[in-house]
């Protein structure tokens, strides 16, 4: 029988407590956990991705739902797909750190009247800056971003932290929160209205589970 709803489902950070959830559904994921390199699993109605591409298969409809984080979400604010649930796993928090000490941003800020940041994050950088009236230029890395400021790449970083194990290794200091960050249930418009029982349903299912938790 072909499932109701194709779900787009992220890898790494969020992809084991994403499979959990999905257990607890009745979706036997078995098959998924097994299978490192295998990306898509019709019968069951899963598709695996990197959590930032999950919003691109919503809006074009290759997936009716998905999971990925708030961050991803807030950086790719464009998409036109319908937030549904916080799942309230995944916590992390998007910050300003740069090295510890006195702090080089705010010293370039002063000298230069301009500051590099490094991060992933490239929008929700440079909306953060522009919101706080600071001139920032933007550098973009693709990962491990707590290197950019121990090399001189750039004065201060935007990125997530969680247990801030990271920062603390490197010698650096959160110096400013943006936002918390959890995995979001999100949509494709078109599906939720042609599927809108089966996406009902889900997130009655979801939300029932979190109360017998809490309970
Ligand atoms: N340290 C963390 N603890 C908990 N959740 C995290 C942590 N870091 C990131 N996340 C959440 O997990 C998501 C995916 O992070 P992960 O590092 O696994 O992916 P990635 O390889 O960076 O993916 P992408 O290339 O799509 O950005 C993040 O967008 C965020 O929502
Ligand atoms: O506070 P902590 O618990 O140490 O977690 C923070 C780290 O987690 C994320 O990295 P990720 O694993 O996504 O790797 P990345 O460098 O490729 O983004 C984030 O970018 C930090 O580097």
Redesign the pocket.
């Known amino acids: 029988m072909t499932p109701p709803l194709t779900i787009a489902v992220?890898?790494?950070?969020?992809m084991g407590d994403t499979l959990d959830l999905l257990d607890r559904l009745g979706v036997d994921t078995a098959e998924v956990r097994a299978n490192d390199r295998k990306l898509l699993f019709a019968d069951i109605g899963i598709v695996t991705m990197?959590?930032?591409?999950v919003p691109t298969y919503v809006e074009a409809g290759a997936a009716d739902i998905g999971i990925?984080?708030?961050?991803?979400l807030t950086e790719q604010s464009e998409r036109e797909v319908y937030e549904l649930l916080d799942l309230h796993y995944?916590?992390?928090r998007m910050v300003v750190a740069s090295v510890d000490g006195p702090d080089p941003a705010v010293e370039a800020l002063r000298r230069l009247g301009i500051v590099r940041i490094a991060t992933?994050y490239l929008k929700t950088a440079s909306r953060y800056f522009e919101a706080t009236g600071r001139q920032a230029e933007i550098v973009e890395v693709k990962?491990s971003v707590e290197l950019a400021p121990l090399t001189g790449l750039a004065e201060a970083i935007v990125d997530?932290?969680?247990?801030g194990t990271t920062m603390r290794e490197n010698g650096l200091v959160e110096r400013e929160h943006l936002f918390d960050?959890t995995?979001r249930l999100i949509a494709n418009p078109v599906a939720h209205k042609l599927k809108a029982a089966a996406i009902d349903d889900l997130v009655a299912r979801i939300r029932d589970l979190e109360l017998t938790r809490a309970g």
């Open positions: 992220p890898r790494g950070a969020l990197r959590p930032s591409d990925t984080g708030k961050d991803v995944g916590f992390c992933k990962g997530l932290t969680a247990t960050s995995a």
